[in-house]
């Protein structure tokens, strides 16, 4: 049995409305007047029109004026050419596409040097209007509350406006409608996001691709999920061209020409610690793909200039494609003391580094700094010589 969208009922500006076309006389059949309300993402019965012309719902609510009706008799329909989706009752379902389409046109935009944080505030806009929509058609309220004189009432901002939630709470939500993956993906952006607000980031494009490329894959999946497939954007958003190709050395040169700030680099190690393999190799956190050089004998395939290879594949063996979890990288003690001094920290000793970790608790597990690893060994990860590095002063000093 299929069970039916909730969201379906009129809002309280299209009540108004339905009052005043009521009132008007023009339309005398309930069904003509259902024509100006329902739309693809949301079917109307007529009975609502019936409870509305005899009073028995909606008694509270105004009609709008007779100019304000002509108004929107003049203007409809307002839809969007590509969807079909109406301009005011799925404001935030266009929002939602539109700015995921604008943060793949900015990062693909030329000459452009912070394209990945621009991505990454525009692609937080878009999964907060997306799932707002949800919220919405789902009844769900998604305004934010207090308690004031025993009751629950709306927060507003200065202004007036009110406060609704932010993706953080979205995502926090019971019935989100988000799997972990993607969930996992989001919260990496938007930590990311918190870390690089007013501050100056370099390049981080290469170290944060894969995540980038997994917030497209993902926001397209769930819009079609959540809403159907013709709200997708493939065709909006084709495959992307570019004019040059890099050998691995070249690769290996910009990497250390854009390295990573040290701040940005300590919050990808301490995320990831707290993620499971499962988690971390999850195609919905990071997407990756292995591509082949191809040479087609039939012309179709030969167009192809992408091809996912899929693990254990025909080609997968053929090529000896091995996709296998990669143990972090440890450092004992007296290495993370080598590699200070080798950079210039020539009076950080053994005795500086116990006494940092002391100080700053980072054998605790939960922060994700380092492992006991066999015996009764601590070893290190990158993420802590990262913050080993943040936390001394300056070059020749002890921290």
Not at 74 to 93: F, N
Not at 269 to 290: C, K, M, N, T, W
Not at 361 to 374: E, I, P, Q, T
Request: glycine residues 6%; aromatic residues 10%.
């Amino acid at each position: 049995m299929t069970v039916r969208k909730r969201g379906n009922k009129l809002e309280r500006w299209e009540i108004a409305f339905v009052k005043a076309m009521v009132a008007d006389g023009r339309w005398p059949n309930d069904q003509d007047i259902l024509a100006y309300f329902t739309r693809p993402t949301r079917s109307i019965n007529h009975r609502a029109i019936a409870e509305i012309r005899t009073g028995t719902k909606h008694a509270a609510v105004k009609p709008s004026s007779q100019s304000e009706l002509e108004e929107f008799l003049s203007s409809w329909p307002e839809i969007d050419a590509e969807t079909g989706l109406s301009l005011r009752g799925d404001e935030l379902l266009i929002k939602a596409r539109e700015a995921m389409i604008a943060a793949v046109h900015t990062f693909n935009g030329a000459g452009l040097i912070f394209r990945s944080e621009l991505f990454i505030v525009t692609a937080v806009i878009a999964w907060t209007y997306l799932l707002h929509a949800w919220f919405k058609r789902e009844g769900i309220d998604y305004r934010h509350t207090k308690n004031q004189n025993g009751q629950r009432v709306v927060e507003k901002t200065p202004s007036g406006a009110e406060k609704y939630w932010e993706l953080g709470q979205c995502l926090r939500h019971g019935r989100c409608p988000i799997k972990q993956g993607v969930r996992d993906n989001l919260d990496f952006l938007l930590e990311l996001r918190h870390e690089i607000e007013h501050r100056s980031t370099n390049r981080i494009d290469d170290a944060i691709s894969a995540k980038l490329q997994a917030c497209c894959i993902n926001f397209n999946d769930a819009i079609k999920h959540l809403f159907g497939a013709q709200y997708a954007l493939e065709r909006r958003l084709p495959i992307a061209l570019q004019f040059v190709t890099f050998c691995p050395d070249q690769r290996a040169i910009l990497k250390r020409a854009g390295g990573l700030p040290r701040n940005v680099e300590s919050m990808m190690g301490e995320f990831e610690a707290h993620l499971s393999p499962e988690q971390i190799a999850d195609p919905r956190y990071a997407f990756r793909v292995f591509m082949v050089h191809k040479m087609a004998n039939r012309f179709p395939s030969a167009d192809m200039a992408v091809e996912i290879v899929e693990p254990g594949s025909d080609v997968a063996e053929k090529f000896n494609i091995a996709l296998k979890e990669v143990e972090k990288k440890k450092y004992l003690p007296s290495e993370i003391v080598a590699q200070m001094k080798s950079e210039g920290w020539r009076r950080f000793t053994m005795d500086s580094h116990t006494k940092l970790w002391k100080k700053l608790d980072a054998k605790n597990v939960s922060k994700g700094y380092g492992v006991l690893a066999v015996g009764k060994t601590w070893c290190w990860y990158e993420n802590w010589l990262s913050r080993v590095r943040d936390r001394v002063p300056g070059r020749g000093v002890a921290g």
